[in-house]
């Protein structure tokens, strides 16, 4: 399994911290959020390789971070420079997998949360059901349900809908962005693209995947921590404990 990291963000939320250094490199305690990920996907040996897709700006310096780690980690630039001509969350997966020839199960997570339990929990759950997976919660929020993929489920947690950035959410249960793809649904992704799926919001290409195949939503066990501006950024930093095995 390989797992893709998306990092190709320029964070302008959280500016002027991030004006000139990635967000997955911030630090949150005494490590970096890169460092919370791949150190704990690491300790059960789950993945070969990770691969940190970062754009033009920010790849010298993910580079350096990754020099310095003991798992193999290969950065893929996209070659943008600015948030105006970012390529989008689908597209950097795509432009990944095509580079590096990847043709294996996929884990795809977003650089810039922190998780306060252990992600092989997800793995292994998307590995027992030989499936296409999300993770979920419920978030009690109106307003912040508007922000979020929506997923729809049965009994069985099988995906009926979901749906990015809905006008009317048809439910409380929100996916946030990591994602497991089986191999033969990874190579999917140009279809899905071609298909008219968005590809700014990661969890688009999932949402018509959904569509195509079983797919499945594993409620969350624990807690995300979203930093997405200096106010959160303060409070992860006042209240994060680490991930609880």
């Given at each position: 399994m ?20 990635p ?51 290969s ?34 997570i ?23 997976c ?18 729809t ?19 409380h249960w ?13 190579k ?31 409620e ?11 106010k ?10 680490g991930?609880?095995?």
């Amino acid at each position: 399994m390989k797992c893709l990291i998306l990092a190709a963000g320029y964070a302008t939320r959280l500016y002027p911290l991030t004006e000139n250094f990635p967000k997955p490199l911030l630090k949150v305690g005494d490590k970096t959020i890169l460092d919370w990920l791949v150190d704990d996907i690491d300790t059960a040996r789950l993945a070969d390789e990770f691969v940190v897709i970062s754009n033009h700006k920010f790849a010298r310096q993910f580079e350096a971070w990754a020099a310095a780690k003991q798992q193999k980690i290969s950065v893929v630039d996209d070659g943008t420079s600015t948030n105006e001509t970012r390529l989008g969350a689908v597209n950097d997966i795509r432009y990944a997998m095509e580079k590096l020839g990847i043709d294996e199960d996929v884990l795809v997570i977003a650089g810039d949360n922190v998780l306060d339990f252990s992600l092989t929990k997800f793995i292994t759950y998307a590995q027992k059901k030989k499936a296409s997976c999300v993770m979920r919660y419920y978030e009690p929020n109106d307003q912040k349900l508007l922000k979020c993929g929506i997923v729809t489920i049965d009994a069985n947690d099988k995906v009926l809908n979901m749906t990015e950035k809905s006008v009317n959410p048809a439910t409380h249960w929100c996916c946030p962005p990591f994602y497991y793809y089986t191999r033969n649904d990874a190579k999917l992704i140009q279809k899905g693209i071609d298909n008219g799926c968005g590809t700014d919001a990661p969890g688009s290409f999932f949402a018509w995947l959904s569509k195509q195949t079983d797919t499945y939503a594993m409620e969350m066990p624990g807690n995300r921590y979203d930093i997405g501006n200096l106010k959160s950024y303060e409070e992860v930093q006042r209240t994060y404990k680490g991930i609880e095995k």
